[in-house]
């Protein structure tokens, strides 16, 4: 009998949980970024082991949202929990029990969601701190079993892989056995070129970019052609995004297609195009284009 399920890693932004993803899939499927709120939307990572098919869902970090952008953020990130057989409660064990923690903790124990605590980045905090908080964050949300992990460097991390089958409720795979995740080309492209703005880019302009891919393209020699279009809030940001020269669009550019290319197993021609849009972020139709739902229904 085979068992397949789906696992929600959520937690506050920056605890790691796309590099977590990231790490268990063993391909880079999810951006990262040292930024708070890279990930936009909910990431599949399919996992085969054994007979189980584990279904890893990426979050958005989940955070007391403004713009119409934030709130369907935070809203796909319950979501992507809500279904989920399983819960991983990710916590940057450096930052310990913020606030956001504390809230996210408790929305789970209202839920009465089946919880695994994984404390993550232990590669860069005290040992001695990792007990009490493990003992304060039980005491706001009963959880199965915890974990003390570095997705970082991948400590402990295949201890918690090898301890999701038996986890999982027993029925037939849900993906077919050879993808990675559900994520379309067209999607993985804008993210890669996204990721490459939110690490060359500083302060607004990540937050106030969106990438939208146009065409995708399958040459007969093999290659993919792709264009992709920038949007910007403010003028100011587009001349940021292009650079002197054009040097920065061109340097985003280069390491998207590297990373593009290597993920789709094939050369790939990238074709950026940045265009100032104000208030695409409180735009319905630019929301779906990222694949999130309009917050205000
Ligand atoms: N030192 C250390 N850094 C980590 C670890 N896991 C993630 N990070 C870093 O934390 C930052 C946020 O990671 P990310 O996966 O984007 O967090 P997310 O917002 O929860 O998806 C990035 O700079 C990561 O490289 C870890 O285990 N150890
Ligand atoms: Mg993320």
Same mark, same amino acid.
């Given at each position: 009998?085979?068992?397949?399920?789906?696992?929600? @890693?959520?937690?506050?932004?920056?605890?790691?949980?796309?590099?977590?993803?990231?790490?268990? *899939?063993?391909?880079?499927?999810? @951006?990262?970024? =040292? #930024?708070? /709120?890279?990930? &936009?939307?909910?990431?599949?990572?399919?996992?085969?082991?054994?007979?189980? /098919?584990?279904?890893?869902?990426?979050? %958005?970090?989940?955070?007391? =949202?403004?713009?119409?952008?934030?709130?369907?953020?935070?809203?796909?990130?319950? !979501?992507?929990? /809500?279904?989920?057989?399983?819960?991983?409660?990710?916590?940057?064990?450096?930052?310990?029990?913020? *606030?956001?923690?504390?809230?996210?903790?408790?929305?789970?124990?209202?839920? #009465? &969601?089946?919880?695994?605590?994984?404390?993550?980045?232990?590669? +860069?905090?005290?040992?001695?701190?990792?007990? =009490?908080?493990?003992?304060?964050?039980? *005491?706001?949300?009963?959880?199965?079993?915890?974990?003390?992990?570095?997705?970082?460097?991948?400590?402990?991390?295949?201890?918690?892989?090898?301890?999701?089958?038996?986890?999982?409720?027993?029925?037939?795979?849900?993906? %077919?056995?050879?993808?990675?995740?559900?994520?379309?080309?067209?999607?993985?492209?804008?993210?890669?070129?996204?990721? /490459?703005?939110?690490?060359?880019?500083?302060?607004?302009?990540?937050?106030? !970019?969106?990438?939208?891919?146009?065409?995708?393209?399958?040459?007969?020699?093999?290659?993919?052609?792709?264009?992709?279009?920038?949007?910007?809030?403010?003028?100011?940001?587009? *001349? +940021?995004?292009?650079?002197?020269?054009?040097?920065?669009?061109?340097?985003?550019?280069?390491?998207?297609?590297?990373?593009?290319?290597?993920?789709?197993?094939?050369?790939?021609?990238?074709?950026?195009?940045?265009?100032?849009?104000?208030?695409?972020?409180?735009?319905?139709?630019?929301?779906?284009? @990222?694949?999130?739902?309009?917050?205000?229904?």
């Amino acid at each position: 009998m085979t068992r397949c399920g789906f696992v929600a @890693i959520v937690g506050a932004p920056n605890a790691g949980k796309s590099t977590l993803l990231n790490r268990m *899939a063993g391909a880079k499927l999810s @951006i990262v970024s =040292p #930024k708070a /709120q890279t990930t &936009r939307f909910r990431v599949l990572g399919i996992l085969r082991r054994g007979d189980a /098919q584990i279904l890893l869902v990426d979050t %958005p970090g989940i955070f007391a =949202p403004r713009r119409k952008l934030d709130r369907a953020m935070v809203a796909a990130a319950w !979501t992507g929990s /809500q279904d989920a057989d399983l819960t991983l409660l990710l916590v940057d064990a450096r930052a310990g029990l913020t *606030a956001q923690v504390r809230a996210i903790a408790a929305r789970l124990a209202e839920q #009465k &969601r089946r919880t695994w605590l994984v404390l993550n980045k232990v590669d +860069i905090c005290d040992r001695p701190a990792l007990l =009490p908080l493990t003992a304060e964050l039980a *005491a706001l949300v009963s959880v199965e079993h915890t974990f003390m992990i570095s997705a970082g460097n991948g400590d402990g991390v295949e201890d918690l892989l090898a301890s999701l089958p038996p986890a999982l409720p027993e029925g037939p795979f849900l993906y %077919p056995d050879d993808e990675l995740t559900d994520l379309p080309d067209r999607l993985l492209a804008a993210e890669l070129v996204r990721e /490459q703005i939110f690490l060359q880019t500083h302060e607004e302009v990540p937050y106030g !970019t969106t990438v939208e891919t146009e065409t995708f393209a399958e040459r007969p020699d093999g290659s993919v052609r792709i264009d992709a279009t920038i949007y910007v809030a403010r003028a100011g940001q587009k *001349a +940021i995004l292009i650079g002197e020269g054009g040097a920065r669009i061109k340097s985003i550019g280069a390491k998207a297609r590297g990373e593009l290319g290597r993920l789709l197993e094939r050369h790939v021609h990238l074709f950026l195009n940045v265009k100032e849009r104000s208030g695409w972020d409180d735009e319905r139709a630019r929301l779906r284009a @990222i694949g999130l739902d309009d917050p205000d229904g």
